[in-house]
């Protein structure tokens, strides 16, 4: 899916389980989903990539970011704060994708500026659900600038 322009959309999956990984990636698949997958496991490497730092100094800037919660060393929620203060990030949409049902959780993340909180399901066809509502509204629907 393009953004109005000659290039794929950059998605970067900040998500610690391994099996949650390989699913995006096969619900990715399954739904021909063809962006650019980027994936970072912790916090810390997630800050990295989106400020360019270390390995990740060639990095694609994301166009979207889907964040888990319950991340190493940082977690979500301070990545999502960090990212929505900064005048060069926050303009990234953040999808967070978290087991997460907690009132609480839902609440801080919308304080700090999520654009958008979804339950992951545990299910595989539900989770292709997910996936096709992110490609279809915030790939589709939405327009997101351009961090190039």
């Not at 490497?45 to 270390?54: N, Q």
């Not at 694609?60 to 005048?87: C, H, M, Q, T």
């Not at 994708?97 to 609480?104: F, G, V, Y």
């Not at 399901?121 to 589709?140: A, K, M």
């Amino acid at each position: 899916m393009l953004m109005g322009k000659d290039r794929q959309v950059e998605i970067l999956l900040i998500e610690d389980n391994s099996g949650d990984i390989l699913l995006t990636k096969e619900a990715f698949e399954e739904i021909k989903f063809t962006e650019n997958l980027s994936v970072v496991t912790d916090g810390e490497a997630a800050l990295d990539f989106l400020y360019k730092r270390g390995r990740y100094a060639e990095a694609a800037s994301p166009d979207l970011i889907i964040l888990d919660l319950n991340i190493p060393r940082v977690d979500g929620k301070e990545i999502l704060a960090k990212v929505k203060k900064d005048e060069l990030l926050r303009k990234i949409p953040i999808i967070v994708l978290s087991t997460s049902k907690s009132d609480r959780d839902i609440k801080i993340c919308y304080e700090l500026q999520a654009n958008c909180y979804l339950i992951k399901p545990v299910d595989f066809e539900q989770f292709i659900e997910i996936v096709t509502y992110i490609r279809d509204f915030w790939l589709g629907m939405v327009k997101i600038p351009s961090m190039t």
